[in-house]
C-alpha cells in the first residue's frame, strides 16, 4: 500500500484515516523493515486488533511485549478493596517478582494491609498573566466569586470531571491557579485539560484576566516536585501493616530495630541527596504494575513520590506504611481497556467503573511489600546474594548476537 | 503440573528450576486463571520464549503486549549517533507519536540535532557507621590512600565495571562514599552493587570502618533528586538545535518569542512546585522509548530529571535544547536483548555491546523534539485541540465491557 | 555581686529574679570578662535600658552594636504602603547599601513601587501518631466537623490569634495538622504554638488521637522548603514596577533584554543547584532590614525564599517583580519595641499595631530595588568594580591586631 | 553641613569621601529626623568610631544595638577548637540563650562534643554561554588541561584565596564552572569573586569561551539549595557528642528513645514540607552568633542547610550530632574587625588569622546544644512552658506606646 512517493520520502508513509486497519499498520511496518534493513517479526505478532488502537498511539507498527510475572498472595483491608489478590507485573528485572512476592506473603500471614485512599484529585495549573502586580491581586481576590460559573464552564466540557476546588499562586503579575477535579475513575488528564482551557477561556471572556498559558508546569503531571507531597495527581492513598517480629525474621531475616535502622540509614542518604519524598523503590512496582495494567507509565515520574515509615512498636513488632500522596490510576479510559491490560485489570477485579479506588489501594498494599523486602535485602546484605540468584547480572553474556 | 497440595494452597505455584519451560508457564498462568476465575489468552500469546526470561522475571505467566509506533525522521549529528533515525515508541497515550514526530520532522528540516554526551558514570553509594564523628572524619581523610586497592577489589567482581572515583558524604557519624563507575554499555547497577559490596567489605575487613549498609538512597537509582543533576545514574547527555523562525512557525505554529514566553512561564510553575529540574514532558518520551527497547522503565524515575531551554538567538531564530544528567540506558543486559526490544534497538541500530552511548545521543534528541512540540502546543493554544483529534478523550466510551 | 561559689564555678552567674537589673548585668559581664581574660567595653556602651531586655534574652551581658545605613528614596504604592520611605538598613557588608539605594532611587523615579499582600498566616504544625492507618484516616475524616472546637480551643490563649483553618498531611499512621491562623501585627509563633498546643491537647482528650508532639517541621519556621512557596509563613507578599529602558539604562547600566537574559542564566543555575525558589540577594536585604527593626532575624531563613521575575515588556522596557511567599514580620511583640529597632520602625512609620502589613510593603519594594540592583551589576559586568569601590575587599588589612 | 540643595532634594545627601566622620554622619541622621520627623537617639548613642565603617556601610547614620547574652560552658574537642568556651548570643527571642546553655552545659558534663572540619571552601559559579551544544562540549572537555593557567590568572588577584579546583555542569549550550577556592580565614566571597572574574575573562580572551555572566546563582551564596549539602559555602564542619541517658533525663527530661522519637516524627515533617536538610533550629543559633561575631549575617540563609542525627546507642544512650555542610565563617575581614565583633570573637578565642576553623567548631558544637535543646523540648510537651517563662509571648504587651 505503500505507494513510490511514500517510498522515496524520507516521512512516516501516511495512510487513509490515519492507518490504523491491519494492512496499513503492516504496510508501514514493511516500510519502516525495508527502510531501515531490519526485520521485525516479534512486533509484527500483535495480539491487540490494530483498529482498536486508535486513540491510543499514532503510526503504529504492531507491538511489544514485555514478560509478565505474578506475585501473591496480598492480603489487602481497604475501603474498596478487600480480599486477597495475586499482582500482575511485567517488568525484565531479575529478582524483582520475587522480592515483591515475599513481602505480600510476609504481609498476607501477618493479618494483611489496610489501606484507604484519603484524597481524590488531578489537578491542571494554567498560568495567567496582566499587566502589574495589583491587576494579579484584583484576580486572585475575586476568583473565589467566581467559582460557581468555573464550574459550571469546566463541566460542560465532561460528563465525569468534577471541579473540586481552585487555589491561587501569585508569582510576580503571574497568577497560577489550579483547577483541582475529582475524575471517577479516568486518569482524567485529557478530559481536566479541556475542562481548565474552557474555565480560563471563561476568564479572558469576561475580561478578568488578559491571557493565559493552559499548562505552567506546576501540575506536576509527569515530572517529581515538592508540590505532589501535597497531594493533586490522582490517588493520596496510605497502606500500612503490623508484622510481628518473628515474621519479620522468617521472611525477610532481620530484626524490627535492624529494619528501623535501615530506615535511618537511607533517610539520612535521601536528604543528603535533596531527594522528593523518601522510599526504597516504589518506581520498580509502580512500573511493572502500570506495564501490566494500562496505566499511563509516564506517571510513575509522579506517582513514585512519596513516603515509606517504618517503625518498631512498644511491644517489638514492626510498623511499616507507605504513603502515596499523588497515584494516579485508572481503570476505564487510556490503555485499560486494550488488549493485556483489560486481561490483568480483571484479574486484580479492577476492570471498568467504579474501581480505581480499589486498584490504588492494592497498589499501594503491593509497594509496601516491596519496600519491606527491599529494606529486609538492605539490612541482612543479602541484596547481592539476591540478585545473583535470580538476576541476570551478567551483562556480557546477555549481549544480542 | 500443579499438584492438588498447589491447588489448595494460597502461594503461587512453584515448579522444577523456577518454572521456565512453556508447559510450567502455561501451568502458573492456568493456576491464576482458575484461581481468580479469569481467561488470560492474550497474555498467554506470547512471542518471547518463556526459557529466555530467566533471569528477567519470576513466576512468568505470559507477557504483555503494548502498542507499538514509529516516529522519525530525526536527523542526528552526535559523536556516537550519526544519521537519520526512526524512533519506536511504546505508547498507550493518544497524540503522543504525532506530537514526537512532527517536532522531529521540523528538527531534521532545520539541519538536525546535536548531541554529546559529557559523562557517562553509575554510582552506588553505601553508608558507613562509625562510632563517633572524629573517626568517621579519619576515615574520610584515609580514603584517598585505598583508591587503587578498593578500585581492585571492586573490579574483581566484574570484567565490564571500572572504578572511577569515590568521594565521600559526611552526615554525623556516619559517611556515605560515592563509588562511581564507568559501566560500559550496560545499565549495570547489579554489577556495579556488587562490586561497591566487594570494596565496601574490603574496609571493614581492614578494620577502616565497622560497618556498612549497601544503600544509602543518596545514588537516587529510580528516584528523583537534586543530586541527579549532578550526574551519575548513567550518561549527562545534552541535545540541541537552532531552528529558523519561519520553520518554528510552519511545524508548531509559533514565533521564537511565543516559545520563549512559555518557557517563561512554565518556569515559573516549576519553580513553585519546587520541581527537581524542569522539562515539558521528558517522562512521556523515555518510557516510550525505555519500554519499546527493553530498558529499565523504572529508571524514567531518575532519567526524567533534566533541563529544557529556549532561547532566542540574535538573528531572531530558536535555539533549544535538552539536558540529561542523569540518563540510564543500555544496549546490553538487562531486557534489551529480549524479544521486541532487540528489534527495537536494532532498528535504531543501537543493539549490542559499544552502542549505548549512541542510544543516549538518540534519545536526546528525541525529547529535544518532543519539548518542541509540546511548548508549541502550549504557546499556539492548540494542545486540548490535538488530544482531541489523535486522543481518547472519552474515558466513558472505553470502559471495558 | 558574684559570689564565691559563683567564681568556682564553671556556671554562667545565676541571679535574683534572673538578673536583669544594670548592676547584675554589669557583674554577669564582669564575670565573663575575668573568666575568660578579655574587656567588653563596647559591649558594655549598652543603650538599652537592661531591665527591657526581660523577654528578650537571658543572660544579657550588654549588647552588640553595627553600623545603620539609610537608603532611599522608595516610593511604594501599596494597599497598606503609600508614600516615600527611607529605609534603615544594618549591616556590615560594603556595597550593599549602595547597591539597594540606586535600585530604590531608579524604581522611585520610574513612578514607584506596586506591592500588595495576598495572604496573611502564621502555620504550626503538630503530627498526631495513631496505632494504624484506619486510624489515622478517621481522624483526617473526622477534623473539618470539629473546627470550631478546636477554634475555641486555640483562641483561648490568645487575645490576638484567630484560628483561620486547619488542613492535614497523612504520611503512614501519622497526621501532620497544620493549624493556620492570622496573627495581626506579631510575628505570633509562640502565641499560635501555645494555641495549637491547647487544641491539640482537646483532642488528645477527647480520644480522637492518642498522642502528638507540637512541632513535626513541617510549617518551615526559620529552615528553607518548597512548603513556604505555598505561603503560611507570614505575608504573602508580591511587589512589581514597569521600569522604562532609559531609566534602567541610567541607573543599572543595562538594557531590559540584558537583564532578562541574566534571569535566564541564573535560573539555570538555580535549577542547577536544586534551590528553593530563585531571587538574586533576599537574604541581604531582608537580613539588614530585620536587624534593625528588630525582627526575628532567624526568620530570614524562610522569608529569603521567594521568586524574582524579569520580563521585556511589549514596548520594550522591563517589568521586574518579588513574590515573597513567606515573609515573617510584626510590628509588636518580640524586639520590636527595643532600643534602635523601635526608632527604626517609627522611621519607617511602622511603630506598633496596625502596621505589619505595610511594613511587608515597603520591605517587598525594598528587595525588589536590590534584586534589579544585583541583576544590573551583573549584566554589566560591573560587580566586582563596585565591590571593589565600596567593600573591604582586602581581608589582609582588615585583621584585627 | 547639608546645604539648602541637599535638604529640598529627595536624595540622602552626599557628602566628600562618602561621608564617614563624625560630623557627616550626625549631618546624615539629622537629615533623616528631620525629613521623617523622627528622632534616633539610640541610634546616635553608636560606639563605633564612624571612621571605622568605611567597607562596611555605606550612608552610615548610626548603629543599631541588640542585646547580647551569654551561654555555657561548652566543652569541645576539635581539631582546631579545644577547650571551655562560652558564646556570646545576640537575639531578641526570649528563650533561646537560656535553651541553648541548658544543652551546652549537659554536654560538658557528658564530656564535651567532637567536631571536625571536612571540607573548607568558597564557590564563584560563572556561567558561559555558548553558540551550540558541540562548542560547550568542547569547553568542557578541555578546561582541566587549562587548570595551571586559570589558578595562575586567579590567584593573581588575591593574597589569600587558592583556586583548590574546577568543577563543570553544562546546561543546553550553556556551561557553569565551579572555581573553588580556598580563602583562609576570610568569608572571601568578594575575594574569590574578582578571582573568579579574571579567570573567566582569560578563558574569553583566548578565545575559549565568547561570554559569560559572572554569577550563575548555583553557589548558593545566600540561599537554600541541594547544591550545599556537598559544601562549597566555607566549612563542612560536624560535630557529635554521646550523651548518657541519666544526663539527658536531667537535663532535658525525656530518655534517648523519647528524642530518637522526635528526631523520626520531624523527619517526616521535613519530608512533607520538601525542606532542604533536616535540623530544629540551626537559624537562631547561627544567627545569634553571626550577629554577635561580625559574621555576614545574611549567609545564615546557606549556613543553616545540615542534618541533625539522633540514635541511641547499644548501652541505650543517646548520640546526637549536626553536619554543617556550608558553613561561612570569618575571623578576617567582613565585619569582624569592627567594634563589639572584635569582642565578641576575642571572647571566643577567635579574633584574627588563623582561627576561622576553630570558630566553626565552636558553632557546630553550639548548634549541637541547640538541637537537644529543642528536641528535648518538643519530647517532653515542654516547649510551650518555657517560652511562658521566658520569653515574650505578650505581644499586645509589647506594643509601643
Known amino acids: 500500500m505503500v505507494d513510490e512517493e511514500q517510498w522515496s520520502s524520507d516521512l512516516v508513509p501516511r495512510f487513509r484515516a490515519q492507518g490504523y486497519d491491519a494492512e496499513q499498520v503492516r504496510s508501514r511496518r514493511e516500510w519502516v523493515e525495508r527502510k531501515l ?91 495567567f498573566s496582566f499587566d502589574a502586580v495589583d491587576q494579579a491581586e484584583r484576580f486572585v481576590s475575586s476568583l473565589p466569586g467566581h467559582f460557581e460559573s468555573l464550574r459550571a464552564e469546566a463541566e460542560a466540557t465532561t460528563g465525569h470531571g468534577k471541579l473540586v476546588r481552585v487555589d491561587t499562586r501569585p508569582a510576580g503579575r503571574s497568577v497560577i491557579v489550579n483547577f483541582r477535579f475529582y475524575t471517577a475513575d479516568a486518569q482524567g488528564m485529557n478530559m481536566i485539560v479541556k475542562a481548565a482551557e474552557r474555565a480560563a477561556q471563561w476568564l479572558v471572556a469576561q475580561g478578568l484576566a488578559p491571557r493565559f498559558h493552559i499548562f505552567s508546569g506546576m501540575c506536576s503531571e509527569k515530572r517529581a516536585s515538592g508540590f505532589l507531597l501535597s497531594g493533586g495527581k490522582g490517588k493520596t492513598v496510605v497502606a500500612g501493616a503490623r508484622i510481628p517480629a518473628a515474621l519479620l525474621s522468617m521472611y525477610v531475616g532481620v530484626t524490627p530495630t535492624q529494619i528501623v535502622r535501615v530506615w535511618h540509614d537511607t533517610v539520612i542518604g535521601h536528604l543528603q541527596a535533596n531527594a522528593v ?69 480483571k484479574l486484580l477485579g479492577c476492570a471498568g467503573a467504579g474501581h480505581a479506588p480499589k486498584l490504588a489501594e492494592i497498589i499501594a498494599a503491593s509497594l509496601l511489600a516491596g519496600e519491606l523486602s527491599m529494606a529486609g535485602a538492605i539490612g541482612s546484605g543479602e541484596f547481592v546474594a539476591a540478585h545473583e540468584t535470580y538476576g541476570r547480572n551478567r551483562p556480557e553474556a546477555a549481549a544480542p548476537r
Open 37 to 127: 534493513g531490519v526485520t521485525l517479526p516479534l512486533v509484527a505478532s500483535c495480539g491487540i486488533p490494530t483498529d482498536s488502537m486508535r486513540g491510543n498511539i499514532e503510526n503504529p507498527i504492531g507491538s511489544i511485549q514485555m514478560p509478565l510475572g505474578i506475585a501473591g498472595p496480598l492480603q489487602v483491608h481497604g475501603a474498596h478493596a478487600n480480599g486477597t489478590y495475586y499482582v500482575p507485573l511485567a517488568t525484565t528485572e531479575g529478582a524483582l517478582v520475587r522480592s515483591y512476592e515475599r513481602g505480600m506473603v510476609m504481609l498476607t500471614r501477618a493479618g494483611g494491609v489496610v489501606a484507604r485512599v484519603f484524597l481524590d484529585e488531578n489537578v491542571v495549573s494554567p498560568i
Open 277 to 345: 519524598g523518601y522510599n526504597g523503590h516504589y518506581a520498580n512496582g509502580l512500573t511493572a504494575i502500570f506495564i501490566a495494567c494500562g496505566q499511563d507509565v509516564a506517571n510513575v515520574a509522579n506517582a513514585s513520590v512519596g513516603i515509606t515509615d517504618f517503625e518498631v512498636t512498644p511491644e517489638g513488632d514492626l510498623y511499616a506504611s507507605v504513603t502515596l500522596p499523588s497515584l494516579t490510576v485508572a481503570t476505564i479510559g487510556g490503555g485499560t481497556a486494550l488488549g493485556t491490560s483489560a486481561e490483568c485489570l
